[in-house]
Nanobody, 114 residues
Framework: QVQLVESGGGLVQAGGSLRLSCAAS????????MGWYRQAPGKQRELVAR???????NYADSVKGRFTISRDNAKNTVYLQMNSLKPEDTAVYYC????????WGQGTQVTVSS
């Protein structure tokens, strides 16, 4: 059974930085897609960034130039470096991993104060 353990959320002032991590365990299958989504209160969950097994990366327009996604295949871990954070980045951030089907982390709160 696939397990995703997220860490790195918290409270930060606008302009600050945070780094999220998500470690996947429990499967010997190759992980294809790894990524991050977020959901703000009253809004739908949206893609933040994702990285494919071959290295192709997609970012939401709202985070381009500020966020960087990366992965360590040896550790089955995906990271999200978030710089120049804005209050509108406040949300619960969810790790997403595709192994046969989508798996989701429990979510980690990111709060950016103005």
């Amino acid at each position: 059974q696939v397990q995703l353990v997220e860490s790195g959320g918290g409270l930060v002032q606008a302009g600050g930085s945070l780094r999220l991590s998500c470690a996947a365990s429990g499967s010997s299958s190759t992980i294809n897609r790894m990524g991050w989504y977020r959901q703000a209160p009253g809004k739908q969950r949206e893609l933040v960034a994702r990285i494919m097994g071959g290295g192709m990366i997609n970012y939401a327009d709202s985070v381009k130039g500020r966020f960087t996604i990366s992965r360590d295949n040896a550790k089955n871990t995906v990271y999200l470096q978030m710089n120049s954070l804005k209050p509108e980045d406040t949300a619960v951030y969810y790790c997403n991993v595709f192994i046969t089907y989508d798996h989701w982390g429990q979510g980690t709160q990111v709060t950016v104060s103005s």
